[in-house]
């Protein structure tokens, strides 16, 4: 649990190492995520479902009514942001078929996936300060959740809820990853860690990164990455509504395989944040503070 999101922040902080994840058997289906369809035009809650008695670090599925999106990551292999396997999941090829009768709708043509690109670039753009709830589900299944704040460009804060002693804040120039049980700061170049890509102050899929797929279906979009430098590890998958280009949230396969997914809702954009909230001193800062 406490390195559930350094698949995110670098596939390692410092002396936080995860253990190596279980190999993923590729092209094995992964399970649907259930995406509340939005009542308005700007609407990009996710809506998730939690019984009473689930525990932190209990798996959560991803709910809302009526409504089941899947989008294909190849011939195979749905997205989802929830990564725990589940044997009933239908194939990417049989959920298409039984939702359109004619091409694949994941499909795109060069002229649409250069169009996609730029309509998302620009709504990156286009959130300069954001700030919501988020849920994280690890490699393990383990769910966790907490707040975020976002300020373009660099910079960005998640805040776990208990029991999880763990907060991250991107500066502009490194991520940290404080651990108050610990009493530890670990840091990491903003640079080595896909942040660097959410956090440009004006994304550039073309340029930026190598686009390794471009999918839409049943109301999402999906847009992989990879680092063209290989200064970070592993893909980038970030999942975005059709019609507004909100995103919803990302999914990160680390360089074990290792499968850490995002979800975002309640999110407000153009507000004022706080710098302070992206700046986390190191543990020797904080000890010569108290000693003043």
Known sequence: ML?????????????VEPSPAPAVVVPAPAPIIQVAAPAAANDTQVLVTKTPEANPGTVVEAQAP????????????????NSQETESAPSARDTVGQSSAGPDPSVVSPNQRRAILKEASNALARTRTAEGHFVQIDQNG??????????????????????????????GVTVAMQDRELET????????????????????????????????????????????????????????????????????????????SVQLDDVRTGMTLNPRLFIIEDAEDEDDEDRR
């Open 3 to 15: 390195s559930s999101f350094i698949a995110l922040a670098a596939g390692m902080i410092g002396g």
């Open 66 to 81: 009526d409504t089941e999106t899947e989008v294909t990551t190849g011939s195979d292999a749905p997205i989802a942001l």
């Open 142 to 171: 383990a769910l966790s959740e907490g707040r975020f704040y976002l300020q373009r460009p660099g910079r960005m804060r998640f805040e776990y809820d208990d029991p999880v002693p763990i907060l991250i804040a991107a500066d």
């Open 185 to 260: 700061v670990d840091r990491v170049p903003l640079g080595a860690t896909p942040l660097g890509l959410l956090l440009s102050n004006d994304v550039d899929f073309e340029t930026d990164a190598e686009v390794l797929r471009v999918q839409r279906a049943n109301g999402l979009v999906a847009i992989t990455v990879i680092d063209p430098t290989e200064e970070a590890d592993g893909e980038l998958t970030m999942l975005f509504h059709t019609g507004t280009y909100d995103l919803i949230g990302w999914r990160v396969l680390d360089a074990n395989n290792g499968i850490t």
